[in-house]
């Protein structure tokens, strides 16, 4: 009997509980959230039938995303959101263009407000590409644009880009202001229009004549065989200096540009000077070549060789050592930057065996300068003397490296 008032209470308690637990919100089970906003157009009127998207960013957890459509006041609710931050955007699939996206961060268990979100109708812009020698159109011609708002601020974005069709001509949806066109390709010389598009207007930049480039193909190479990156890689032509697809100086109506390597040019001869920055010390190295350019053909130069340097010389301290006991081995810190060694790895040499030091430290040297210290294995220490050199490695685009050997000497 006493055995069955303990079930029957125990089952009693189980009830209870059970029933707490199903009167608790899912939300706050799970920790999480929700997030409200209102969406309004650019005259004040809530925009009904918007789709918004919360999204975190992250591409690994697509179910942090969360779509949802405004109502007839302009407003939306999300609710069930994972705590997280997020950004309130547009899909790409919309009618609409913004001047910026919104975030909010949505804590565990809390319902938010997300900022209020201005949404326009899209500008178009329209236009044709043609040949400037006979007039013909130019089809799959690549044609972007930007965008800066329309108080004049200045801002940045609403940006679009499509491809000229079969008969030259192209239309650019994206957000009104001042926009910016530019057209051309590494076969064309670019050109680029800057017109007004209002808000759901249309604009025309009209017929935009390019002339054929002629361009100037090379690889561009170190002295160890291993191509150089565009990071690191300059031109000069004519005088205008081109780097990673941009003029770093005024540039004459001769000279456009592709990528270093592959350089768009105006029919006729030009003397360029190819140049090679070492990230590690800063030192310029070229090569130059005088380049008869005819239109609408490209001019091979095949293989540059610019002997670039690699890392900076590793010096080694003299030093004794003693039997039995580690061997240090002082590198000075000059053959790195500054001693950050951001592009640099260093591995040794023992007596014409590549060694693993034990441990590697930069520390403060007698005369305060930083410099490597490398301890090598105990057995080393047996011979009578050893001769080390620190091998400082270039970057992955300086393959290669350069050294200097000492000799150090056992104690007696």
């Known amino acids: 009997m006493v ?9 009693a308690v189980l009830a209870i509980v059970a029933g707490t637990v199903a009167a608790v919100p899912a939300s706050a089970a799970t920790g999480a959230g929700s997030v409200a906003g209102h969406v309004m157009t650019s005259d004040g009127a809530p925009a009904v039938g918007v789709a918004i998207v919360l999204g975190t960013g992250h591409s690994d957890e697509p179910n942090h995303t969360y779509r949802v459509t405004t109502d007839a006041s302009g407003d939306y609710d999300v609710s069930g959101v994972a705590p997280d931050a997020y950004a309130v955007v547009l899909p790409s699939d919309s009618p609409w263009v913004v001047d910026d996206h919104p975030s909010v ?3 565990p268990g809390t319902a938010v407000t997300a900022p209020t979100l201005t949404v326009r109708r899209p500008a178009i812009v329209r236009g044709t590409a043609v040949s400037a020698i006979d007039g013909s159109p130019i089809a799959g011609l690549p044609v972007g644009s930007s965008s800066a708002s329309l108080d004049g601020s200045g801002s940045s974005g609403g940006g679009a880009f499509t491809r000229t069709a079969a008969d030259g001509s192209f239309a650019l949806v994206g957000r009104p202001g001042t926009v910016r066109v530019y057209t051309g390709s590494s076969d064309w010389f670019s050109a680029q229009r800057t017109l007004t598009a209002g808000e759901g207007a249309e604009a025309d930049t009209g017929t935009i004549a390019l002339d054929p480039a002629g361009l100037v193909a090379t690889g561009i190479y170190g002295r160890s065989g291993h191509p150089i990156e565009n990071d690191w890689q300059s031109a000069v032509v004519d005088g205008c200096r081109v780097r990673n697809g941009y003029t770093a100086t005024p540039c004459p109506a001769a000279v456009a540009y592709a990528t270093v390597q592959s350089l768009q040019l105006a029919p006729g001869r030009h003397s360029i000077r190819y140049e090679v920055r070492n990230p590690v010390s800063s030192v310029v190295r070229h090569v130059s070549r005088e380049v008869d ?9 095949g293989a540059l060789v610019v002997r670039a340097d690699p890392a900076q010389v590793a010096k080694v301290h003299a030093s004794r050592y003693r039997r039995g006991h580690r061997v240090s081995v002082v590198v000075d810190a000059a053959a790195y930057v500054d001693g950050a060694r951001p ?3 260093t591995t040794f040499r023992v007596s014409g065996h590549a060694v693993a030091p034990v441990s590697v430290v930069w520390r403060k040297g007698v005369t305060g300068k930083t410099v490597l210290v490398a301890t090598l294995p105990k057995r080393w220490s047996a011979r009578r003397s050893l001769t080390v050199r620190a091998v400082v490695h270039g970057t992955h685009a ?7 050997s000492q000799k150090l000497v056992r104690a007696r």
């Not at 055995?3 to 089952?11: G, K, M, Q, S, T």
């Not at 239109?295 to 091979?300: I, L, M, V």
């Not at 300086?398 to 200097?404: E, H, I, P, Q, V």
């Open 105 to 107: 961060s949505v804590p």
């Open 293 to 301: 350019v005819v239109q609408g053909r490209t001019t091979a130069l």
């Open 398 to 404: 300086y393959a290669g490296f350069t050294t200097r």
């Open 3 to 11: 055995l069955r008032r303990i079930v029957l209470a125990l089952a």
């Open 343 to 345: 592009h640099l790895r």
